[in-house]
C-alpha cells in the first residue's frame, strides 16, 4: 500500500513538471517528452524483467532496441521494385548459402567426432561455403546499392501497417536474444556484459554499413505513421474549434492532436505489458525468477534449470525492448543507425532503473519518466538557474557569457547528481523492490 502511495505522489509530481513545460515552454515539448518518457519506461521495463527480477546483467540493449527500429523499416517501407530486380533474388541466395553453412557447422559439431579429422573438414567447409556465399552476395550487394542511392539503394519492406513493426521489432529482438543467450548465458556476470556490449555493437555496425538492407549511414526517412498527419487534421472542425478555444492556432491544435494520439498508443502497450509483467512476477514462475536471483546454487539443488530459466527471461526482456525500439523508431518518423550510441540507448535505461527501483516494475515507469525529463530538461534547467546566479552582472560580462555557454554541459551534471543523490540516500530506488516475507514470519 506505501508504495503504490509513493507511486501515486511519483506520478502528480511528474504531472506537475509536465504541465510546467507546458506553460512555460510549450505544450506541443511537453507531449514530445511526454511520448518519449512513455516509451522509455517500456524499455525500463524491458531491462527491469532481466536484471531486477534474474539479475541478468544486460549491457546490450542498445542492440536490441536498434533491431526494433529496423523492424519498423523492413514491415512499413514498400518494396523497391528495381532493387529487387537489380540484385535481390542474388542476395537472397547469398544469405540462404549462409544459413546452410551455419547448420552444417552446427551439424558437424553434433556429428563428427572430436579430433583433427572433425577441425580440418570444419575449416574447409567454412572457409569454401564463406568464400561461395561473398561471390555470390557481394556483386548483388553492389547492384543492389547503386540503384538511386540518394532516395533508395535498398530493397525496401514489405509496405505494411507500421503497427505490425513493434511485433516484429519485438520478434527480431526476442530471436537475437535467444542466440545471443544460448552461447552467453552460462557466462559469470561481467563476462555476461562484455559479451552482450560487444554483440550490440556488431548489431549496430551492421546496421550503419549493409546499405541494402538499411541504407546505412543515409539514413530512412519519411516512415508510414499509426496516426493521421498534422496537414490532414488542420482543417478538420474539430480542430478547428478547440484551436479557437484554447487561443492557438489550428496548425499547432494539429500537431498537439498528433502527439496525444501517439501518447494514447503507448499508454495501451505500456499498461498491457504492465499488467502481464505484474501478472508473471506474481505467479509461481516469478517467485523461482527470484529465488534464482537470490541463490542459483540452492536453486540448482532444488532441481531448478537455471540456465533455461535465465535464457526465458533474458528473450522476453529483450523482445520488451525490441518493441519499444520498433515504437521510438515510428515516433521520430526515420531510423538513423548512427544516432544508436551506448550513453543513450544502454547506459540512460540502466539509470532509469536503478533510479526507479530495481526489481520493481512500477519503479521502472517512474524511472523512465523521470531520467528522460531531467535528460530533456536538464539544459533548460542549467541555463536559467545560470542566469539567476548571475542576474546581477553586466549582459556582456565574459564570466556570465562563460557560464552561460557552459550550460550545454548541465546535462551530464544533472544526471549524475540524479544519480549520486538516490544511490546515496534511497539506494534501493525510488521505489524498492516489495520482499514478500515467508509464510511463517507472516503467522507470527
Not at 474549434?241 to 502527439?259: C, P, T
Not at 501517439?262 to 514462475?285: D, E, I, K, R, T
Request: glycine letters at 12%.
Amino acid at each position: 500500500m506505501r508504495n503504490h502511495g509513493q507511486w501515486v505522489g511519483a506520478l502528480a509530481v511528474m504531472a506537475g513538471l509536465l504541465v510546467a513545460v507546458g506553460v512555460w515552454q510549450s505544450w506541443s515539448l511537453a507531449l514530445t517528452i511526454l511520448n518519449y518518457c512513455l516509451i522509455s519506461s517500456i524499455m525500463a521495463l524491458g531491462l527491469n524483467q532481466q536484471w531486477g527480477h534474474a539479475g541478468l546483467f544486460n549491457v546490450g540493449v542498445m542492440g536490441f532496441a536498434a533491431l526494433g527500429g529496423i523492424a519498423a523499416v523492413l514491415v512499413s517501407l514498400p518494396p523497391v521494385a528495381e532493387a529487387w530486380r537489380a540484385g535481390g533474388m542474388g542476395i537472397a541466395a547469398g544469405l540462404a548459402i549462409f544459413a546452410v553453412l551455419a547448420a552444417g557447422a552446427w551439424l558437424g559439431m553434433r556429428r563428427l567426432r572430436p579430433g583433427w579429422r572433425r577441425r580440418v573438414l570444419l575449416t574447409l567447409w567454412l572457409v569454401i561455403g564463406f568464400w561461395l556465399a561473398r561471390w555470390v552476395l557481394d556483386p548483388a550487394v553492389a547492384r543492389v546499392e547503386s540503384v538511386n542511392p540518394a532516395q533508395t539503394g535498398f530493397l525496401g519492406g514489405m509496405g505494411l501497417p507500421i503497427v505490425w513493426s513493434w511485433l516484429v521489432g519485438g520478434c527480431l529482438a526476442a530471436a537475437a536474444a535467444w542466440a545471443i543467450g544460448r552461447i552467453t548465458l552460462g557466462l559469470r556476470s561481467d563476462y555476461l556484459a562484455i559479451a552482450t556490449l560487444g554483440i550490440s555493437e556488431i548489431i549496430i555496425a551492421f546496421l550503419k554499413y549493409e546499405e541494402w538492407l538499411t541504407r546505412g549511414v543515409k539514413n530512412v526517412n519519411g516512415l508510414p505513421r499509426p496516426v493521421p498527419y498534422e496537414l490532414d487534421l488542420q482543417k478538420a472542425d474539430w480542430v478547428v474549434q478547440w484551436s479557437e478555444r484554447l487561443a492557438v492556432s489550428s496548425q499547432e491544435m494539429a500537431g498537439i492532436a498528433v502527439k496525444l494520439a501517439y501518447a494514447g498508443l503507448s499508454v495501451a502497450v505500456l499498461v498491457v505489458l504492465y499488467a502481464l509483467a505484474q501478472a508473471a512476477l506474481n505467479a509461481p514462475w516469478g517467485r523461482m525468477m527470484r529465488a534464482i536471483r537470490d541463490n542459483e546454487a540452492a536453486a540448482e539443488a532444488m532441481g531448478k534449470d537455471v540456465k533455461r530459466q535465465h535464457l526465458i527471461v533474458f528473450v522476453i526482456g529483450s523482445a520488451i525492448i525490441g518493441l519499444a525500439g520498433a515504437m521510438m523508431t515510428t515516433l521520430d518518423g526515420q531510423f538513423t543507425p548512427t544516432s544508436y550510441n551506448p550513453l543513450r540507448f544502454t547506459f540512460l535505461i540502466w539509470v532509469m532503473v536503478i533510479v526507479g527501483g530495481s526489481g520493481n516494475n512500477l519503479g521502472s515507469v517512474l524511472g523512465g519518466f523521470l531520467i528522460w525529463f531531467f535528460w530533456v530538461e536538464a539544459e533548460p534547467i542549467g541555463r536559467g538557474v545560470i542566469e539567476w546566479l548571475t542576474a546581477g552582472m553586466g549582459q556582456g560580462d565574459a564570466l556570465r557569457l562563460h557560464l552561460l555557454d557552459s550550460a550545454v554541459y548541465a546535462r551530464p551534471v544533472i544526471m549524475g547528481l540524479v544519480l549520486l543523490l538516490v544511490l546515496r540516500f534511497r539506494p534501493s530506488g525510488i521505489l524498492p523492490e516489495q520482499r514478500i516475507k515467508p509464510l511463517f514470519t507472516r503467522l507470527h
